[in-house]
Protein backbone atom coordinates (compact mmCIF):
# COMPACT_ATOMS: atom_id res chain seq x y z
CA UNK A 1 0.00 0.00 0.00
CA UNK A 2 2.89 2.40 0.39
CA UNK A 3 2.90 2.33 3.83
CA UNK A 4 5.81 4.03 6.08
CA UNK A 5 7.63 2.18 8.39
CA UNK A 6 6.33 0.69 11.49
CA UNK A 7 7.27 3.29 14.11
CA UNK A 8 6.78 6.43 12.05
CA UNK A 9 3.59 8.55 12.91
CA UNK A 10 0.97 9.19 10.25
CA UNK A 11 -2.51 10.07 9.84
CA UNK A 12 -3.68 6.69 9.62
CA UNK A 13 -2.74 3.40 10.95
CA UNK A 14 -2.63 -0.16 9.70
CA UNK A 15 -2.56 -3.04 12.01
CA UNK A 16 -3.43 -7.13 11.46
CA UNK A 17 -5.49 -9.31 13.62
CA UNK A 18 -4.91 -12.90 12.57
CA UNK A 19 -7.77 -14.24 14.66
CA UNK A 20 -10.93 -16.92 13.56
CA UNK A 21 -11.14 -18.77 16.44
CA UNK A 22 -14.77 -18.50 16.05
CA UNK A 23 -14.86 -19.74 12.82
CA UNK A 24 -18.08 -21.48 12.41
CA UNK A 25 -18.01 -22.76 8.39
CA UNK A 26 -15.13 -22.39 6.97
CA UNK A 27 -11.73 -21.05 9.13
CA UNK A 28 -8.59 -19.56 7.70
CA UNK A 29 -9.32 -15.47 8.20
CA UNK A 30 -6.22 -15.89 10.46
CA UNK A 31 -4.63 -15.57 7.18
CA UNK A 32 -6.52 -12.87 5.64
CA UNK A 33 -3.85 -9.90 7.16
CA UNK A 34 -0.45 -11.32 5.41
CA UNK A 35 -2.56 -11.91 1.97
CA UNK A 36 -3.58 -8.59 1.44
CA UNK A 37 -0.82 -7.12 2.28
CA UNK A 38 0.86 -9.49 -0.55
CA UNK A 39 -2.18 -8.86 -3.03
CA UNK A 40 -1.58 -5.23 -2.47
CA UNK A 41 1.94 -5.23 -4.61
CA UNK A 42 -0.46 -6.18 -7.66
CA UNK A 43 -1.86 -2.33 -7.31
CA UNK A 44 -1.47 1.19 -8.46
CA UNK A 45 -1.41 3.64 -5.02
CA UNK A 46 -3.61 5.65 -7.23
CA UNK A 47 -7.39 5.09 -7.32
CA UNK A 48 -9.03 5.46 -10.91
CA UNK A 49 -12.54 5.65 -9.07
CA UNK A 50 -11.82 7.99 -6.71
CA UNK A 51 -8.88 10.20 -8.43
CA UNK A 52 -6.79 9.73 -5.24
CA UNK A 53 -4.02 8.27 -4.50
CA UNK A 54 -2.12 7.03 -1.62
CA UNK A 55 1.12 8.14 -2.42
CA UNK A 56 0.05 11.80 -0.65
CA UNK A 57 -0.97 10.11 2.03
CA UNK A 58 0.89 9.85 5.26
CA UNK A 59 -0.38 6.72 6.73
CA UNK A 60 2.37 3.75 8.70
CA UNK A 61 1.91 -0.29 8.76
CA UNK A 62 1.83 -0.80 12.27
CA UNK A 63 2.11 -4.91 11.95
CA UNK A 64 -0.23 -7.59 13.46
CA UNK A 65 -1.46 -8.07 16.92
CA UNK A 66 -0.19 -10.97 18.18
CA UNK A 67 -3.48 -13.04 19.09
CA UNK A 68 -3.49 -16.53 20.48
CA UNK A 69 -6.50 -18.90 19.08
CA UNK A 70 -9.32 -20.07 21.46
CA UNK A 71 -11.92 -17.43 23.00
CA UNK A 72 -12.08 -13.96 21.35
CA UNK A 73 -12.35 -12.23 24.88
CA UNK A 74 -8.44 -11.67 25.14
CA UNK A 75 -8.41 -10.59 21.38
CA UNK A 76 -10.92 -7.96 21.53
CA UNK A 77 -9.04 -6.79 24.54
CA UNK A 78 -5.78 -6.53 22.94
CA UNK A 79 -7.71 -4.84 19.82
CA UNK A 80 -9.32 -2.43 22.25
CA UNK A 81 -5.68 -1.68 23.77
CA UNK A 82 -4.13 -0.80 20.25
CA UNK A 83 -6.89 1.27 18.53
CA UNK A 84 -6.75 3.66 21.72
CA UNK A 85 -3.28 3.55 21.04
CA UNK A 86 -3.68 4.54 17.62
CA UNK A 87 -6.40 7.27 18.75
CA UNK A 88 -4.19 9.29 21.45
CA UNK A 89 -1.58 9.88 18.51
CA UNK A 90 -4.35 11.43 16.52
CA UNK A 91 -4.37 8.52 13.76
CA UNK A 92 -7.41 6.71 12.00
CA UNK A 93 -7.43 2.96 12.85
CA UNK A 94 -7.61 0.95 9.67
CA UNK A 95 -7.98 -2.84 10.87
CA UNK A 96 -7.39 -5.96 8.57
CA UNK A 97 -9.20 -9.61 9.54
CA UNK A 98 -8.97 -11.91 10.53
CA UNK A 99 -13.22 -12.53 11.22
CA UNK A 100 -15.71 -10.18 12.17
CA UNK A 101 -15.34 -10.39 15.88
CA UNK A 102 -12.06 -7.81 15.79
CA UNK A 103 -14.71 -5.05 15.36
CA UNK A 104 -16.34 -5.34 18.63
CA UNK A 105 -12.64 -4.39 19.77
CA UNK A 106 -12.30 -1.46 17.79
CA UNK A 107 -15.54 -0.01 18.84
CA UNK A 108 -15.06 -0.37 22.28
CA UNK A 109 -11.91 1.97 21.57
CA UNK A 110 -14.05 4.62 19.86
CA UNK A 111 -16.48 4.83 22.05
CA UNK A 112 -14.28 6.33 24.79
CA UNK A 113 -13.61 8.78 22.36
CA UNK A 114 -16.58 9.76 20.21
CA UNK A 115 -19.46 11.34 21.96
CA UNK A 116 -21.44 10.37 19.15
CA UNK A 117 -21.02 8.17 15.84
CA UNK A 118 -22.63 5.87 13.67
CA UNK A 119 -21.57 2.43 12.42
CA UNK A 120 -21.68 1.21 8.78
CA UNK A 121 -22.10 -2.36 8.31
CA UNK A 122 -21.47 -3.57 4.74
CA UNK A 123 -22.41 -7.75 5.14
CA UNK A 124 -23.94 -10.44 3.79
CA UNK A 125 -25.31 -11.63 7.23
CA UNK A 126 -27.05 -9.82 10.44
CA UNK A 127 -24.85 -11.16 12.55
CA UNK A 128 -27.12 -10.27 14.92
CA UNK A 129 -27.79 -13.16 17.16
CA UNK A 130 -27.56 -12.64 20.80
CA UNK A 131 -25.15 -15.94 21.48
CA UNK A 132 -24.33 -18.65 18.58
CA UNK A 133 -22.99 -21.96 19.96
CA UNK A 134 -23.17 -20.65 23.86
CA UNK A 135 -21.30 -17.81 22.89
CA UNK A 136 -21.33 -14.45 23.69
CA UNK A 137 -18.64 -12.91 21.61
CA UNK A 138 -18.62 -14.39 17.90
CA UNK A 139 -18.70 -13.60 14.11
CA UNK A 140 -22.32 -13.93 14.58
CA UNK A 141 -23.07 -11.71 17.12
CA UNK A 142 -21.10 -9.04 16.56
CA UNK A 143 -23.44 -6.29 15.57
CA UNK A 144 -25.71 -7.22 18.60
CA UNK A 145 -22.73 -6.27 20.89
CA UNK A 146 -22.15 -2.88 18.99
CA UNK A 147 -25.73 -2.06 19.03
CA UNK A 148 -25.01 -2.17 22.73
CA UNK A 149 -22.39 0.07 22.98
CA UNK A 150 -24.67 2.34 20.76
CA UNK A 151 -27.93 3.22 20.00
CA UNK A 152 -28.96 0.33 17.17
CA UNK A 153 -30.37 3.48 15.13
CA UNK A 154 -27.11 4.05 14.70
CA UNK A 155 -26.72 0.97 12.92
CA UNK A 156 -26.87 1.28 9.34
CA UNK A 157 -26.66 -1.76 7.07
CA UNK A 158 -25.73 -2.75 3.65
CA UNK A 159 -25.79 -5.80 0.93
CA UNK A 160 -27.23 -7.97 4.50
CA UNK A 161 -29.03 -11.12 2.47
CA UNK A 162 -28.69 -13.74 5.06
CA UNK A 163 -29.57 -14.52 9.06
CA UNK A 164 -32.09 -16.27 11.61
CA UNK A 165 -35.46 -15.24 11.04
CA UNK A 166 -35.48 -14.00 14.89
CA UNK A 167 -32.39 -12.25 13.85
CA UNK A 168 -33.19 -10.20 11.24
CA UNK A 169 -36.80 -9.17 12.41
CA UNK A 170 -34.56 -8.01 15.62
CA UNK A 171 -32.37 -5.60 13.18
CA UNK A 172 -35.44 -3.96 11.53
CA UNK A 173 -34.87 -5.42 8.06
CA UNK A 174 -38.03 -6.09 5.81
CA UNK A 175 -38.77 -9.52 5.20
CA UNK A 176 -38.96 -11.25 2.60
CA UNK A 177 -35.50 -9.82 1.28
CA UNK A 178 -36.61 -8.27 -2.29
CA UNK A 179 -34.32 -9.37 -4.83
CA UNK A 180 -33.20 -5.80 -5.61
CA UNK A 181 -32.40 -4.83 -2.31
CA UNK A 182 -29.03 -5.54 -0.74
CA UNK A 183 -30.15 -5.19 3.13
CA UNK A 184 -31.80 -1.97 1.86
CA UNK A 185 -30.48 0.27 -1.70
CA UNK A 186 -27.10 1.59 -1.80
CA UNK A 187 -27.92 5.25 -1.98
CA UNK A 188 -31.03 5.03 0.14
CA UNK A 189 -29.33 3.62 3.14
CA UNK A 190 -26.56 6.52 2.40
CA UNK A 191 -29.11 9.25 2.44
CA UNK A 192 -30.13 8.12 5.28
CA UNK A 193 -26.68 8.77 7.43
CA UNK A 194 -26.56 12.14 8.49
CA UNK A 195 -24.59 14.03 6.14
CA UNK A 196 -22.19 15.64 9.20
CA UNK A 197 -22.26 12.42 10.77
CA UNK A 198 -19.05 10.62 12.32
CA UNK A 199 -18.69 6.94 10.68
CA UNK A 200 -17.16 4.16 11.74
CA UNK A 201 -17.18 1.47 8.46
CA UNK A 202 -17.30 -2.18 9.04
CA UNK A 203 -16.84 -4.31 6.19
CA UNK A 204 -17.58 -8.60 5.76
CA UNK A 205 -15.93 -9.20 2.08
CA UNK A 206 -18.61 -11.76 2.15
CA UNK A 207 -20.81 -9.05 0.58
CA UNK A 208 -19.32 -9.57 -2.97
CA UNK A 209 -20.94 -12.08 -4.68
CA UNK A 210 -18.97 -15.19 -4.50
CA UNK A 211 -18.35 -14.56 -8.14
CA UNK A 212 -16.06 -11.88 -6.99
CA UNK A 213 -14.62 -12.89 -3.57
CA UNK A 214 -15.10 -16.86 -3.57
CA UNK A 215 -12.08 -16.72 -0.55
CA UNK A 216 -14.26 -16.23 2.46
CA UNK A 217 -15.23 -18.23 5.42
CA UNK A 218 -19.28 -18.20 4.53
CA UNK A 219 -20.08 -17.16 0.78
CA UNK A 220 -23.60 -15.85 0.32
CA UNK A 221 -24.65 -15.55 -3.59
CA UNK A 222 -26.30 -12.18 -4.98
CA UNK A 223 -23.89 -10.18 -3.30
CA UNK A 224 -22.68 -6.58 -4.61
CA UNK A 225 -20.72 -6.23 -7.43
CA UNK A 226 -17.64 -3.75 -7.97
CA UNK A 227 -19.65 -0.98 -9.50
CA UNK A 228 -22.15 -0.82 -6.89
CA UNK A 229 -19.03 -0.86 -4.08
CA UNK A 230 -17.50 2.00 -6.03
CA UNK A 231 -21.09 4.06 -6.34
CA UNK A 232 -20.66 3.52 -2.46
CA UNK A 233 -17.48 4.71 -1.93
CA UNK A 234 -17.92 7.79 -3.80
CA UNK A 235 -20.75 9.05 -1.31
CA UNK A 236 -18.51 8.06 1.49
CA UNK A 237 -15.19 9.93 0.37
CA UNK A 238 -17.09 12.83 1.13
CA UNK A 239 -18.00 12.00 4.38
CA UNK A 240 -16.08 11.72 7.73
CA UNK A 241 -15.00 8.65 8.26
CA UNK A 242 -13.26 7.37 11.91
CA UNK A 243 -11.85 4.56 10.77
CA UNK A 244 -12.72 1.03 9.14
CA UNK A 245 -12.19 -2.71 9.08
CA UNK A 246 -11.86 -5.66 6.22
CA UNK A 247 -12.52 -8.74 8.09
CA UNK A 248 -13.07 -12.50 6.85
CA UNK A 249 -10.68 -13.00 3.87
CA UNK A 250 -9.78 -16.43 4.03
CA UNK A 251 -7.54 -16.76 0.78
CA UNK A 252 -6.61 -20.06 0.97
CA UNK A 253 -10.42 -21.17 -0.51
CA UNK A 254 -9.74 -19.17 -3.51
CA UNK A 255 -6.27 -20.67 -5.79
CA UNK A 256 -6.42 -17.67 -7.91
CA UNK A 257 -5.43 -15.35 -5.25
CA UNK A 258 -8.36 -12.54 -6.97
CA UNK A 259 -9.63 -12.57 -3.56
CA UNK A 260 -6.68 -11.14 -1.75
CA UNK A 261 -6.57 -8.49 -4.52
CA UNK A 262 -9.71 -7.49 -4.70
CA UNK A 263 -9.26 -7.24 -0.57
CA UNK A 264 -6.62 -4.80 -1.02
CA UNK A 265 -8.54 -2.97 -3.48
CA UNK A 266 -10.99 -2.36 -1.28
CA UNK A 267 -8.77 -1.54 1.60
CA UNK A 268 -7.37 0.89 -0.63
CA UNK A 269 -10.55 2.78 -1.90
CA UNK A 270 -11.54 2.87 2.17
CA UNK A 271 -8.19 4.45 2.93
CA UNK A 272 -9.21 7.05 0.28
CA UNK A 273 -12.18 8.01 2.10
CA UNK A 274 -10.96 8.19 5.76
CA UNK A 275 -7.71 10.14 4.13
CA UNK A 276 -9.63 12.39 2.01
Known amino acids: MGAAPHGERGEAALIGVPFDGTA ?19 LETYSPFLDRDLANRDFIDAGDLEVAPGRPEKMIDLVSQRVKSILAQDMKPIVMGGEHTITIGVVSALVEKFDRFSVLQIDAHTDYRDEYLGEKYSHATVMRRIGEMIPPERIYRIGIRSGSREELIDAGIDLPIGAEARGKDVERVINSIPEDAELYITLDLDVFDPSLVPGVGNPEPNGLTWREFIQLMRVISYRNVLGCDVTELAPQYDTTGVSAIVAASVVRELMLCIMP
Do not use: C
Open 24 to 42: SFRPGARFGPGAIREGSHS
